[in-house]
């Protein structure tokens, strides 16, 4: 059990359009293969990536630092959630935790993440407004610089998805 987390609150709010269908959208944030194609922050890539859609499934992802990233290349961050809501095609939220391997007792930072998603139409354009509402309770006494990060961090992915969903090559 982890004793030494610093009990905080930081919200993180993100909203964000994007020219491709719900169904395109939900399925990039709920199946692994397409989750692991854009998550993370920029020079990092998804090495384990676990999805079980339903309340009380998890949700595992451990992302790696590329060379890119210099004396961090290779380090690995687990991130470990639980569902709990899920309305099909609309909603999801989960609880988690993320730590850097190897660290986890000053590391962990503790997080519940809701996700809502919602068509907008213009004549023959479809398009879905993502929300996204981050926040965070509790940092770890090495995590304080991680925690910070996290808003840098979802904006890369949030990126990364957008390359998705318009067709391109992979984000990373």
Known sequence: MITSLLRKKKDLHFERTYAASIDAVWRAWTE?????????????EVAECEVDLRVGGRLFVVTVAGEAMGKYAGTRWPMEGTFTHIDQGRALRYDARSWTEGEEEGTTI???????????SSGTNTKTVVTLDVAITEIGPKAKMAAFGMKWGYKAQ???????????????
């Open 32 to 44: 692994a293969e397409r989750l692991r194609q854009w998550w993370g922050p920029d020079k990092t």
């Open 110 to 120: 503790v997080h519940t993440n809701e996700l809502t998603l919602r068509a907008e």
């Open 158 to 172: 949030l990126d990364a998805l957008d390359a998705l969903l318009a067709g391109g090559d992979d984000p990373r």
